[in-house]
């Protein structure tokens, strides 16, 4: 066991020397794998099990329309300003026009921007995690389902991978792509905690997921051609958006035919 925990150990560490931009070592969180997968430890803990048997033995759920409207406020607020990140520093217009071409360096104010876009969007994932939390403190287990807890796992785990290891320009247009779907979707939400009176302004709950499907269907689309022209941006993450937008995109749909398909035929 040992001589396997050296081997781990020794592959990180020569793995970390040759990421692209160190500076983000003295950053919040990502110093090291650790706070990150504690954090993600004890969510799935809480959410699939500690959580779960607290609350049977409490009667009523709790009551949290306040915190939930305003968190969900938040978080259309938030995804709204992840959105503008990529134009800051003419980020996004360098992709526009060397779409195929890598950035030089880890020290340009483009590749410092994309780096900070990047910790910002992986702050995000971290903060996501209460919408499970909030599920079972509400005695909501039925939609703690594999997908929502699944989803939120990995792309925490990995948007920390992408910032520490390889920050490809590709990640620019998959942020925006997810925070623009987030925004639609926690304003959704937003509507739904505040109360009876809102519910016929949500008809269109089931284009949410259509919404996430488009998204993903957009995502493999450009990384396809990101292939297709050989581009000199860097394969192993083009490959690794790609084998996760795939996955998402059967969970997604499955989830789809499952919540409204099956309405249609009963």
């Known amino acids: 066991m040992s001589g396997l925990m050296h081997l781990v150990v020794s592959n990180y560490n020569e793995i970390v020397e040759l990421r692209r931009d160190p500076n ?18 004890f969510y ?27 968190y969900n406020a938040y978080q259309v607020v938030f995804s709204l300003w992840l959105c503008t990140l990529p134009f800051q520093k003419g980020a996004l217009w360098y992709l526009f026009r060397n ?10 104010s483009i590749a410092s921007a994309i780096s900070n876009g990047a910790w910002w969007y992986f702050f995000s994932k971290v903060i996501e995690l209460l919408d499970t939390v909030f599920f079972v403190l509400r005695k909501k287990q039925n939609q703690v ?11 925490a785990l990995f ?5 520490k290891f390889l920050p490809g320009e590709q990640g620019i247009i998959i942020g925006v792509l997810n925070s623009m779907v987030h925004v639609f979707m926690y304003f ?10 809102f519910q016929k302004y949500l008809w269109w709950k089931k284009y949410m997921t259509w919404i996430q499907l488009v998204q993903f269907c957009i995502m493999l689309t ?26 998402f995109l059967f969970l997604f749909a499955d989830f789809y035919r499952k919540a409204y398909k099956k309405k249609k035929v009963t």
């Not at 799935?44 to 305003?70: D, H, N, T, W």
């Not at 389902?145 to 792309?155: D, K, P, S």
């Not at 948007?159 to 910032?163: A, I, N, Q, V």
């Open 24 to 41: 983000v070592d003295q950053w919040f969180l990502m110093s090291s794998p650790v706070p990150l997968l504690c954090i993600l430890g």
């Open 44 to 70: 799935l803990y809480f959410v699939l099990s500690l959580g779960p048997r607290l609350m049977a033995k409490r009667e009523k759920p709790f009551q949290l329309q306040p915190v939930l409207v305003a």
């Open 99 to 108: 779409g195929c071409q890598p950035i030089d360096g880890p020290n340009t």
């Open 145 to 155: 389902t594999f997908l929502h807890v699944y989803h939120h796992t990995i792309t």
């Open 159 to 163: 948007s920390w991978g992408y910032l």
């Open 188 to 197: 959704y939400y937003m509507l739904a905690a505040m109360g009876p009176r």
């Open 222 to 247: 450009y990384l396809f051609s990101l292939l297709a022209f050989d581009c000199k941006l860097p394969k192993a993450l083009t490959f690794f958006f790609g084998a996760n937008a795939l996955i």
